[in-house]
């Protein structure tokens, strides 16, 4: 079985229930689709397909980690990473993915693959901002840190300005 099959599930003939299957998501995964923007990946995906006579639903339970690096500091660090995505499988005349949960197979359709549904679930599982735990705490020691607290604006406190009352004024109305 090669990688490319090994994410394309046959339900023709499977009996109407209940199915699991297990899976560990790599860093070959994402380089079979050329993004290779993370360090490392260790993740388990649990699927669950739920097969009856006209309709297919699928839960994909995922679990791990990734190593990603800092926006902020570009130091590397571990992102532990729990989600969850399901999708409803219709048969109709054409195929297509009408909405965010609900993709609709050709009729006489056999197998899905559900590469690119784990390939977006794990992409959009990832926050846009990717900020080591270590600067949001203050426990991260690097260089780049202390350069940016080097860099930081002094406070008006700190320059000794005397401050216009008309300023006071306007704050005491929040």
């Not at 005349?93 to 899905?112: H, P, V």
């Not at 260089?143 to 306007?170: A, C, G, M």
């Amino acid at each position: 079985m090669n990688k490319a099959s090994k994410f394309k599930i046959p339900f023709r003939g499977l009996k109407d229930g209940i199915h699991f299957y297990e899976f560990n998501i790599d860093n070959f995964f994402f380089e079979q689709l050329n993004f290779m923007d993370f360090i490392d990946v260790n993740l388990d995906l649990n699927l669950t397909l739920d097969k009856k006579s006209s309709i297919l639903t699928l839960k994909f339970d995922f679990d791990g980690y990734l190593k990603l690096v800092c926006d902020v500091s570009n130091e590397p660090f571990d992102y532990n990473l729990k989600t969850d995505f399901r999708l409803v499988v219709k048969f109709g005349e054409e195929e297509k993915y009408d909405g965010d949960e609900i993709l609709i197979l050709q009729n006489g359709a056999s197998q899905i693959d559900i590469s690119q549904y784990i390939y977006e679930t794990i992409i959009l599982a990832i926050p846009q901002k990717k900020i080591h735990p270590g600067v949001i705490d203050g426990t991260l020691d690097s260089d780049i840190i202390k350069k940016l607290r080097d860099l930081q604006p002094k406070t008006q406190k700190k320059l000794n300005k005397k401050i216009d009352p008309r300023w006071v004024k306007l704050k005491d109305l929040l």
